[in-house]
């Protein structure tokens, strides 16, 4: 059972972690209500699993992957609905929102392939354009497993028919 986290805790989480995933959900997402939406349910789940929180070595490392699952989450279930309504995905009005709306539907294939870990090194390394150094540094794994887990992904990605605006810059 979680041991509770008290009031005093909780507000500290919120106040040093929420604009990092409120970040993280507005470049998934791409909508300010839906990412706020994103950051209450992710806080909410890092309540309900206080101590897998409290072990973890790094704590912006366990919000950041807890944040990317709730906004994958929601992008299926918008994706589900939008089907259901018939709207139109191709009306994203500039460049970049298509590139980003690109990037995000391509993260929902691999998300369909790929554990969390893979998934997390995905996101860092597709939509943030993180180098392999920098995926290490972020998880604390070491290089060697990043570059692995590139390669599976990359080679995944191009069976998938990875989207030309999605290419990492990974190094």
Known sequence: MPQALSAAELQELYDRYAPGMYRRAIALLQ???????AVQEAYIRLIQSASDFRREARPMTFIYRVTTNVCLNMLR??????????????????????ASTECRDFLMKLSRELDERG??????YYLDGMSQEEIAQVLGLSR????????RISALARALGEPRSVR???R
């Open 119 to 124: 998934l997390t090194v995905a996101a860092l």
């Open 144 to 151: 060697k497993t990043i570059v692995r887990d590139v390669q």
């Open 31 to 37: 909508r300010e209500a839906d990412a706020w939406d």
């Open 168 to 170: 990492g810059g990974g």
């Open 77 to 98: 279930s918008r994706a589900l609905h939008d089907v259901a309504a018939g709207e139109d995905a191709a009306s994203e009005g500039s460049v970049d929102a298509l």
